[in-house]
Every structure is written in structure tokens, then in C-alpha cells.
């Protein structure tokens, strides 16, 4: 039937429609808020804290532990945005340069405080420092490197050794030396015609250093990778690692009978 506006029955019949329009229009605002919801980008999480490189060069690794891929270096004094951590043995997740992986806290420093403030690092080896110099003794009459912070032992470790004069040249020869290169990556050696890895140079004029056992391309051990070196002093390479994080250029290492 029709009926003219304005009339009574039609404001009835308007009063009738107004709840259901108000369900219909709150539904309606519902689905658009869910749809905005939908399409709006999500917000990333800002870094944990402020952080910069505490070492001359710091390996930025794939996930945390040395044994993971290396995916960039970063140098002294660069800063990172601290995503996470630190794992329980150190490890930090940060974003470098465009890239994100893990770098070990030690060599960090975060929102103002140097090093990680844990006392164990890679291979159990303490990162908390008494204060004293730390340094490297090497007992050639035992095949031992310990690390030292001050006059305490932190880890020691068997390594191989050279010991046959050539021209002239004592191999692994006795005295105090400083380590002036590092270099963590597996590379090939002239010197020994292998594969090392977690090299820290310390005798630059006999080109010794610490390094891992001998390895193939793959980077695993050979056969004979922990014979008698050329003048290097090779350990496992846990061994290597620890050591390899433990030093730092300018670090005194000792070599004697």
C-alpha cells in the first residue's frame, strides 16, 4: 500500500527500521576496522639498546656460536642496533649495515658498558676481566697455550708444534711477542700448502701464529692436520676459536721452554 510521507504510520514504520539500521551500521564499522587491520604494515620491533664494535674487527655470524657462517666483519668503533640477547654464552642478535646476524658480546659495547657482562665465553673461557692484563703463555716443553687474565689461568689448550732450526730460523722460537693479525676464516697457506682456520699471528718475522689443526677445503681435519707444524702453533679447533676470540691485537703472547 502506499503512503505518503509525513504521515503517522510512515514515522511508525521509521521508528521500527532505526534499530535495525544502527546493527547494520556497527557491523559495517566492524568489518572496516578489521580490513584497515589487515592492510596496515605491521611495526617492527626497535633494537633492545645502542651498541658499538668494542675490537679491531668482529665477526657477524649467521646464528650464534663460532662454528656458524660468517656474513660480514665489523670494525672498530661501527655501531649496531642491539635486536637480542645475550644468549647464555654471549651471543647478541644485531643489525649491521643492512644486515642482521650474532656477534659476540665481549667484543661489544652496549648502552655504555663494555664487554658482556657474563664471566663465561666461547669455550668456557671468562670474558669478565680482573683488571690485569690479559695475555697468552705458550710452555713449548708441554705443547701448552694458556690464556691468561693477570696471573690467573682461564684455559689452557695442547697445541702442535715446530721445532727444527732452519736457516738460522728457530721454528716456534722462544721469546715475548705482540699479535699484530687475525683472521677467522677458513684460507689456504703457503707456508704449510693447507687449509687453517682462526688464525692470530704473533712472531711477524717468522710469520708464526695460532691457527687450527691442518683441514681440507670443507674445513674439516685431515688425517695428519695435528702433526708437527712448520713454526705455527695449531690447536682443535674449539681450541682455535677460544683462543682466536680471546685475543686481540697488541696482546702479549710468551713462548719459553
Not at 15 to 29: K, N
Not at 120 to 144: C, K, M, N, Y
Not at 156 to 183: E, H
Amino acid at each position: 500500500m502506499f503512503v505518503p510521507q509525513g504521515t503517522s504510520e510512515s514515522r511508525a514504520s521509521a521508528v521500527a527500521a532505526a534499530p535495525a539500521r544502527s546493527r547494520l551500521i556497527a557491523l559495517v564499522g566492524v568489518l572496516v576496522v578489521a580490513l584497515l587491520a589487515m592492510v596496515a604494515p605491521v611495526a617492527q620491533p626497535a633494537a633492545a639498546s645502542d651498541g658499538y664494535v668494542d675490537t679491531d674487527v668482529l665477526n657477524l655470524r649467521a646464528a650464534p656460536g663460532t662454528d656458524s657462517n660468517i656474513i660480514g666483519q665489523m670494525w672498530q668503533g661501527e655501531y649496531v642496533d642491539v635486536i637480542d640477547g645475550p644468549t647464555g654464552d654471549g651471543w647478541y642478535q644485531v643489525a649491521y649495515q643492512g644486515m642482521v646476524g650474532w656477534a659476540y658480546g665481549a667484543y661489544l659495547a652496549i648502552g655504555g658498558v663494555s664487554g658482556w657482562e657474563s664471566s663465561l665465553g666461547v669455550g668456557g673461557v671468562s670474558t669478565a676481566s680482573s683488571g690485569g692484563e690479559r695475555w697468552i703463555d705458550f710452555d713449548r716443553s708441554t705443547q701448552t697455550v694458556t690464556l691468561y687474565d693477570g696471573n690467573t689461568p682461564v684455559a689452557s689448550y695442547w697445541g702442535a708444534v715446530g721445532g727444527t732450526p732452519v736457516r738460522r730460523l728457530l721454528l716456534t722460537a722462544i721469546g715475548t711477542y705482540y699479535v699484530y693479525s687475525k683472521y677467522a676464516p677458513i684460507s689456504w697457506t703457503d707456508w704449510g700448502q693447507t687449509y687453517i682456520k682462526y688464525w692470530v699471528g704473533f712472531d711477524s718475522y717468522r710469520f708464526n701464529g695460532f691457527h687450527s689443526y691442518s683441514l681440507d677445503a670443507g674445513g674439516n681435519v685431515l688425517p695428519n692436520g695435528a702433526g708437527a707444524t712448520g713454526g705455527c702453533i695449531a690447536t682443535d679447533l674449539g681450541a682455535a676459536a677460544a683462543i682466536y676470540e680471546f685475543s686481540e691485537i697488541g696482546m702479549r703472547v710468551e713462548v719459553h721452554w
